[in-house]
């Protein structure tokens, strides 16, 4: 446990005033906790001669809200989830980025995203990061081969073994796949069939848990199984605790992804870039990908030369063709079937 409080205090935020940095020689950026590691962060910082003021915060709402409240020029680089930049563009928050600038040619080709980064012929963001939200479990307190089912992963023999990972998209995206239903087919006819799924699940469940929690609830054996984790779960315990692993059952999963983009009103564009196209290249990608805070698969295929042959089985590299081709991207709802989902999600948290 005294590595995973170590893991846990490195997702704070580092130091930053946004709005007391100075636009020359210093970065402000809006990041996920991965971006918070030193080992990511201070290559880039000796390289350029900049330091680099990172505030990490949790859901797209909360960047939002946070650049609404800041002054123009604050922020200079905003990490987002994949789904949400089209919501940034809206917003125009986000510039335009030089696609020829961007190592897009060396990505997995599937984690291109083009319809999630790119508006109107423009590109405003890349992806970075992704992975998987599936079902994380204990190997040694489960069978195993009961985790490749859906089916069976949330049935009566689990009750109360189980925690659901708090974040509505990705859960009701494994109860809609637990149902035959593709995630990006998701309408207002669906969601009774989806809510029942729910149901069950949290009948048999003995927590809902963010980030944190279920790491730790699976990390001291308060539960066996969390649905909604992965390898940004459990990989960043393997060594320590290698029966904490992750699968993808058979019915498939949900595939996230976080994308990087450099804000319209940085003072700072230039030096923006340079960071965007740092974080996408091999090296920083290999970085990135096991950071300390939760660990993934790095967008850029290249970043295999400076990972490890542990590091790559951690993350499942030579499965990927595999994995991809059997998982769905997040649900993407309009605005107003996403307020029914958040409604059903709030319903099935309050059984």
Known sequence: MSRMTTILLSTTV?????AAAAAEGELNALVWCDHTDPGLIEPFEEEFGVKVNLR???????????????RPGDWDVLVIDGIDVFRAVDA??????????LPTADFFPEVVMADNNVVDG???????????????????????????????VWSDKYRGRISIYDYYLPVMGLAAIANGIDTAGIDSGSLETIGGTLSTLRGQAASVAGVVAAQTALATGEV??????????????????PELTWTIPKEGAVRWAQSIGV??????????MEFVKYITGPEGQARLATSSCFWGMPANAKAGEHLSDDQKAVLRWDSQADYLARTQLYPAPDTDLDIEMQDLWLDTLQQ
């Open 92 to 101: 125009g928050l986000l510039a335009p980025l030089p696609a020829e600038g």
């Open 263 to 272: 804000l319209e009103a940085s003072e700072n564009k230039d030096m923006a």
């Open 56 to 70: 990490e915060y949790e859901g797209t709402g909360a960047a939002l809200a946070l650049l609404e409240q800041s």
């Open 224 to 241: 066996d199984i969390v649905v909604g984790g992965g390898e940004w779960l459990t990989a960043v315990l393997a060594e320590e605790q």
């Open 122 to 152: 423009v590109t405003y963001a890349v992806t970075e990061k992704f992975g998987y939200n599936t079902i994380s479990y204990n190997s040694e307190k489960v069978d195993p081969a009961d985790m490749e089912s859906l089916a069976t």
């Open 14 to 18: 580092l130091g930053l005033s946004a």
